[in-house]
C-alpha cells in the first residue's frame, strides 16, 4: 500500500509516534510535519526517529572478509566520526535540486520541531539498520497503537511513490513487541542525538530564516573565483618558450588551461594589444604538451601566415585554416580534439551581435 495517506490518517489523532527507518530524506519531513505539531514535546510526547547508519559496500565486504572479529562495541572517537559523516550527508541533501517555497517552509518547520522537542532524532551506530518501522500511539481504547511495517523510508518517494510494500499493524502483543524492539535500540548505547546538528545546519543552509548580506555572497563568489585561479596557478606549468610573458599573461593561460580541461572550453577576451595571440599560442602548448592534443586554429584569412609563423616558431603541432574555407574543409578534415577560433565573432548565428575583438579555445 502507498504509505503516506494511512500514515496521515492516523497520525491525525496520536500523541506520539515512534520511526525507524534506514534513510531519512530532509525535505520529506514536510509531508507530515503539520500532523507531529499538535504534539506537545518531550520525549513521552513526541515524534522519536531513529534513523539506521547506512555502511558503504566497501565497508560491509571488509567486515564480512575482517581476520578480526568484532564485539559490536563502539568508542567515542567513532561516535564523533560517525556523527560528522551524517551532517556531510545532510548538508549534501540540500545542495540537490532547486529550492521551492514549499521546501524552505518545511525545513524551517523541522527545525523548530527540533528545538522544542517535538521530534527528536537519533542516530544508531551499533551496526548497520535496514528496519521500516512506523509506531503510532493514539488516544483510542481499540487501537492504542498502530504499527506499520514495510520498505518505506522517510523520504518523499518512500511516503508517496508506489513500488513499496507495506503492512499495518493492529494486533496489541505484536505491536507491543515491536515497542521494545524499538525501545531497546533507542536507548542503546551506540544511539546518538543528533537533533541539535540537523537544527544548526538546516539553520545554517538555504533555509535559514535571516537573509545573508550580500556582502557574504559577494565574499563567497570572489573565494570561489580564487579558487579557480589557485587550484590553476599551481596545476598548470608555462612551457619554456614562454619565458617572455607578463605575469598576468601566465596567470591567464594557467587559469584558461584549467577551465579548458575542467569544461571542455574557454573564451578570452580583452582589447587589443595585450597579448591574446601569445596568450592562445602557449595555451595550445600546454595542451600539446600535458595532453598530447594538436590544435586546429581558425582565423581570418588575412591572419594565416601570422598564425603559421607562431606555431613554427613555438613548434605548434597546428593546422591554421581560414574562416573563408571552414564550411568547405571541416566536413572533410579528421577530428581534432582543441580547436582555437581567432576573432570567434565573425562565427555567429543569423540573430548574433557583433562581439568585441576575441578568441575562443575548445578541448573535446
Known sequence: MQLLPILRETLKISYRADFCVGYFNLRGWRRIDDLVEQYVGSENACCRLLIGMQSLPSDEVHAAFSLVSGDGRIDNSSIVRFKKRMAAEFRQQLTIGAPTNQDEAGLRRLSHQLKTQKVIIKLFLRHSLHAKLYLVHRHDPNTPTVGF??????????????????????????????QKWFSDRWQDYGC??????????IDQSWARQELVSPYYIYLKIAYHLSHEAI????????????????????AAVQLAAR?????GGVLVGDVVGLGK???????????????????????PKNLVSMWQEYANNYRLLAEVMPISQVQNKLPKLRRYRVVLIDESHNLRNREGKTLSSNYRIYCN
Open 149 to 178: 511495517l514495510g520498505s518505506s523510508n522517510l523520504t518523499l518517494p518512500g511516503l508517496a511513490k508506489q513500488g513499496e510494500l507495506n503492512v499495518d499493524i493492529l494486533d496489541h502483543d505484536a505491536c507491543n513487541k515491536l
Open 192 to 201: 546518538v542525538d543528533i537533533s541539535q546538528e540537523l537544527a544548526e545546519i
Open 277 to 299: 595571440t601569445l596568450v592562445g599560442t602557449a595555451l595550445a602548448k600546454i595542451l600539446q604538451e600535458d595532453c598530447y592534443l594538436e590544435t586546429l586554429i581558425i582565423c
Open 231 to 250: 587550484a590553476g596557478l599551481s596545476e598548470f606549468r608555462i612551457p619554456h618558450e614562454f619565458n617572455n610573458l607578463f605575469d598576468f599573461q601566465k
Open 259 to 263: 577551465h579548458v580541461t575542467r569544461r
